[in-house]
């Protein structure tokens, strides 16, 4: 009988310094003046390569975020049906309550994904305008981390929506009486996501006005629902954006990548006497929050 995989979150801390390692390194290769230009090309890519496999991950595009523990896990090969997704998070602990594995069953990934590439497969995938949709194994560690704060009747804001899967999502868990708002500065984007969300479980509170979404700056959150229960950002930041902690709501929780090179998914917590509390989940790699021109590479 094969020995089975380790649990995929004790070995974080580990995979945290392999990554920063590997991303030193390529900084170090850039900056020398030897042809590395696939390499870099590749890099500039994919964020940071796999520190198991050894070898450059095979999108097309930039990846979300990068810590890979276990490619028998991770890669999702195999699975068919979003169902199976889910049971596959379940079965390594990333999904661990009732209402999370709920609404991603609820919420059909193969909406939200771009047509022709497998929706269940656990990596990030590129949408178009340098942007990704995240990995189901972070959208599953995102919705568990805010879980608490996504209950009936709360408001939740997602930063930099992208195609709008974590959206619905949100609005799922807090309700028709709460309130589940998407940011993203993409206007094509907001009109693809606003399409996927029609076809998906969450059309109903989509025309119900309880989930919208919004073309704007998600550095700057969107005050006219605030204040927020929950708060996701999808991309990371160089700092915590100020007027998202004063959008967040007294007992809320934000969940944000932050850092450029090394990036860490910090959990902000606002206590009810409004002071701040942060700490780091885990290691990541996510494209930067950034604005429309630089995002694109307009002049």
Request: glycine residues 8%.
């Amino acid at each position: 009988m094969d020995e089975l995989p380790p649990h995929p979150f004790l070995t974080l801390k580990f995979q945290g310094i392999l990554i920063r390692v590997v991303c030193v390194v390529y900084s170090i290769l850039v900056y020398f003046p030897w042809d590395v230009q696939s390499f870099d090309n590749d890099i500039r890519r994919h964020a940071c390569p796999s520190v198991l496999d050894g070898q450059v991950s095979s999108l097309n595009g930039p990846a979300s975020e990068a810590v890979e523990i276990d490619k028998r896990f991770w890669s999702g090969s195999g699975i068919g049906t979003n169902k199976e997704m889910v049971e596959n998070l379940q079965s390594y602990g990333v999904v661990r309550s009732k209402k999370v594995s709920e609404v991603m069953e609820s919420v059909d990934r193969a909406f939200f994904v771009p047509d022709g590439v497998p929706p269940y497969v656990d990596t990030p995938l590129p949408i178009g305008y340098n942007a990704t949709i995240s990995a189901p194994h972070m959208h599953a560690t995102c919705l568990q981390l805010l879980e608490k704060h996504l209950q009936p009747g709360m408001r939740a804001l997602d930063v930099g929506s992208g195609t709008g899967y974590l959206t619905a999502c949100f609005a799922l868990m807090v309700g028709p009486e709460g309130r589940a708002v998407g940011v993203e500065h993409i206007p094509e984007l907001v009109a693809s996501s606003i399409k996927n969300i029609e076809k998906s479980a969450a059309a109903p509170l989509l025309k119900k006005g309880s989930l919208s979404v919004h073309v704007g700056d998600g550095r700057q959150g969107w005050a006219e629902c605030a204040p927020y229960d929950a708060i996701h950002v999808g991309a990371a930041a160089a700092e915590i954006p100020p007027a998202l902690i004063d959008q967040l709501k007294p007992g809320g929780r934000m969940v944000i990548p932050v850092g450029n090179i090394f990036q860490d998914l910090k959990v902000v917590d606002k206590d009810t006497d409004g002071s701040i509390n942060i700490h780091d989940e885990t290691s990541v790699r996510y494209v930067p929050l950034t604005s429309r021109e630089a995002q694109l590479g307009d002049n």
